[in-house]
Structure formats: structure tokens, C-alpha cells
């Protein structure tokens, strides 16, 4: 998900005292474990220290510019499941645990107090802010998927995965932005993001030719990106066109990128011939250079996101690539509604899915549904991730991290405990596989040399 502010229209009393160590909801919803293995795997679990697979942390900056490539703020007010909206429990849950807040609902003043609180905190903690959001949450490492970092986002506690859409829409995005309203807001931070990649460059003008654009713009900008400690790089493609991305040969593609660089507006139909030939190059190089790719994949978010191109199905051909066999990819938030296509996709090699996200907007039980298909087939491939980000002043990060680590491990604890109770896993197993997906298998994957 990304950057969204709820706005808030009620009334209320707030007692903050920041609390510390990560502990769960006092108000767990409810689940169905109960046995003394179950209650022993929850106990367990709740107590492995994770690597969030993506996140959306931000510095203690107000203006904290350099946190997200498509922010959603700019489309309006958008659809939100009912898991995120303000009345939801899991805030109250959150605001208990983290600001020491004691009420039953999150009215105008209790906002207003929860926002002051934060912002105390922040005061107090200053740079440590982060380090201390992730303490809150059981987090050992945070993937920052950020345009850069900033003060008191930094390694070993976050790492970078940084936005590449940019690089595929090196020429006039007019038309593609016209398909929906969407799009037209978005496309244009997209060109904004390119021209900074350029100047990080020192390049005034994009270069004649397709082979200039990639040896002088595509491969030194993700060059720089990895010497930057960069440990994946992001692509949020499903929110401006869809996932099905052709083998497109480099003549084909040069021929669009020559015709149009100086300008012109290239038909959908040639332009998608360029976008396809650069995901595929760029997806290539990050193997090269050992970041894997990230892929936005979930019905959302947007009152126009298109869902038909998020499926995950639509990268099979990218996936069977034997050119792309040495880059790992990562379906973000897992497919979403199309989980059974993720779990088709994960008998390829070198494909991963996260859980980001789904820990925030469904409930332990659904997620554990899903969980329990991928974990029976491809347990080494899932991995533990929040989506955390910033729904406003007082619904901070810290806020949606906490809600996410929580939900993740209660799906964690019901899925296994289901396995066990149908004979698939031995109680030892199931401790083995959570540890894989809250932080070994994202350890092993991006070589993170934990302990
Ligand atoms: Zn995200």
C-alpha cells in the first residue's frame, strides 16, 4: 500500500504513556487455537524477531520527502477495506500498546491527543524513533521501500529497496496517463522521479539511442543503487499498466525509444514494445548485481486501479524467462485476491510472495486460509511482511506495523496449528517453518547474514 490519510470526524480522551516491548493485543480477535501446542506455538512465534519483507517507514521529518514514489494522498478519498478504516478495533489495539491509550473508540479528541502523543514520542526518541517502532513490533530488520533513506532510517535495522518504474517510461507518458483518472496523477510523478535519476547523473538530456539510455542511465542508476546497500529494487508497474510484459527483441525496442525520445506521443501498442524490453533488462540486471525484483501485486489500491493486470499469472513468461532464472522475484502482498495464482507461480524456481499488507487489511483467519495453501506446498518461499505506512498524523507507521506484526503471527499460529492438528507437521516443524517465513527464509533469500 502506499501513503494514504484518513481523515477523521469525531470527538475524545486519550491517556498516552509510551509502552515498550513488543506485546500482543490485549484484545485479540477472535481465533480458533486453543490447545496447549497451540497456545505454545503462539508463544513461541510471538517472540521470533522478523525481517519485514516491505514496509514504508518514514524519518521523524514531517516533510519527509524521500518516502514514497507514488504516494496515494493526491487521488482523493479512496475505498478502504474495513480492517484500516478509523473505527476499526486493530487502531485501538495499536494506540493501547503503543501510546498507552485506554479508551473504546478514536474520536475527534482522542485523535487529537493520539496525534500530540506520537509527536511527543518522536520528540523524545528523535532519530531513534524508527529503531524504536521496530522494537515495538518485534521487528529485527525493516525493508524500506523508499526513493532514498533518511535520518534514523538506516542499516542494520532497515534496509533499501528503492522504485525503478521510472526507468520504463523514458518517453512522453500523455497517452498512457489518459487510460484512467488514476493514472493521471500518478504518471506524472513517475516523469518527476526520472528526471532526478538523470540529475543524480549529471545528465541534462536523455540519450539518442536505446543502447546510450541503458549503458548511461539504466544500469548506473541501479549500479548506484546497490553500492547505496539497495537489497531489492521495487516495481509498482500495476498501478500504471498491466503486469504482461512480452519478450520484446532490443531492435524492435530501439526502433520506438529512437522515433520518440525527442518527442511525439508513441501509441500505447509501440510504447509497451519499450516498457516490456526495459522491465525484462532491468529485472536482468538486478540479478546481475544480486537485488531482487519486487512486484506490487493486489487488486489495489485506487477507485481506478485496473485488477485484471495485477495478476500474477500475467508474469508467468517473465518467470520462465531461462534469461531471468538468475533474478528472484517477489510477488508483493502475495496476489492479493489471485493467491491461488501466486501458489501457481510458486513451483518456478525463483519466484518468492510476502505477506505485506494482507497483515493489515484481512483477518488472521483469512490470511491463515491462504498461509495454509502456501505453506503446505513452498514453505521456504513465503516470507513475513506489514506494508507499514502512515494512514496521517496520530496513525502513524509505527501504528500500521504494530497492527501487521500481530495479525501476521495470529495467521502464522492458526494456519500451523491447523497443520498439526491434521497430521501434516509436528509441533517442531511448525516452529521451524514459522521461523522461516518471520525472518530465515528473507535472511537466506537477500543474504542478510543474520544470526
Ligand atoms: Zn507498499
Redesign the pocket.
Known sequence: ??KIVVIFSFACMLFCMPSCNHSRSANKETTSYQSATDAELDEFISKIKAVDN???PNTINPDDKGSDALPLDGLGAIELPARVRPESQTWLDAANALYGFTGNELNEKAMKDLMDTEQNVMKNKGEKFPEWALDQAGIEVMFA?RIFMGHGISSPRFRWVTYVDALLFPLSTKAEAAVTPDREKLFPLEDQLLKKYLSDLHISKLPATLDEYLKQVVTPTLEAQKKGGCVAVKFETAYLRSLDFEKVSIQSASDVYSQYVNGGEPSHEKYKLLQDFLFRYIAGEAGRLGMAVHI?SFPGAGNYFVAAGCDPLLLEPVFNDPELRHTKFVL?HGGGTFSKHTSAMLWKPNVYADI??LTQLWTPDQLATVLRDWLSQFPEKILFGT?A?SFGPGLGWEMSAWIASNTGRQALTIALSGMIRSNEITLSRAKEIATMVMRTNAGNLYKLGLP
Open positions: 500500500m502506499k516491505h514496509a514504508h521501500n506490487h508483493i505485506s499488507l506494508d505506512v
